[in-house]
Nanobody, 126 residues
Framework: QVQLVESGGGLVQAGGSLRLSCAAS????????MGWFRQAPGKEREFVAS????????YYADSVKGRFTISRDNTKNTVYLQLNSLKPEDTAVYYC???????????????????WGRGTQVTVSS
């Protein structure tokens, strides 16, 4: 069982920035590929970013590429998502996710996720 707790969401104006954090339980965090997803009202949950166990490989959705950055600190069992140049269409609940035994590639698929956090709301005003 892996518990994930997100934090850092909030209300920000367009063009602003936020940094999301996701703290994971367990002593094997460094063996998990991690990801961030988001879900806007009335829409399906969608991939945002993923990162390999070492942090050397990352993937991004086209809609956030160049604006968002995923990173991790294995000494703190934490994965981060830096959100820059935010747009109103980035408004959503952001979820941290783990794919046990997976890679940054497989962690891009909702169907591959083994554990989800409860999410943190990001609201971008125009």
């Amino acid at each position: 069982q892996v518990q994930l707790v997100e934090s850092g969401g909030g209300l920000v104006q367009a063009g602003g920035s936020l940094r999301l954090s996701c703290a994971a339980s367990g002593r094997t965090f460094s063996t998990y590929a991690m990801g961030w997803f988001r879900q806007a009202p009335g829409k399906e949950r969608e991939f945002v970013a993923s990162i390999s166990t070492s942090g050397s490989i990352t993937y991004y959705a086209d809609s956030v590429k160049g604006r968002f950055t995923i990173s991790r600190d294995n000494t703190k069992n934490t994965v981060y998502l830096q959100l820059n140049s935010l747009k109103p269409e980035d408004t959503a609940v952001y979820y941290c996710a783990v794919n046990i035994g997976g890679t940054a590639t497989t962690t891009r698929r909702v169907s591959s996720i083994d554990y989800w956090g409860r999410g943190t709301q990001v609201t971008v005003s125009s």
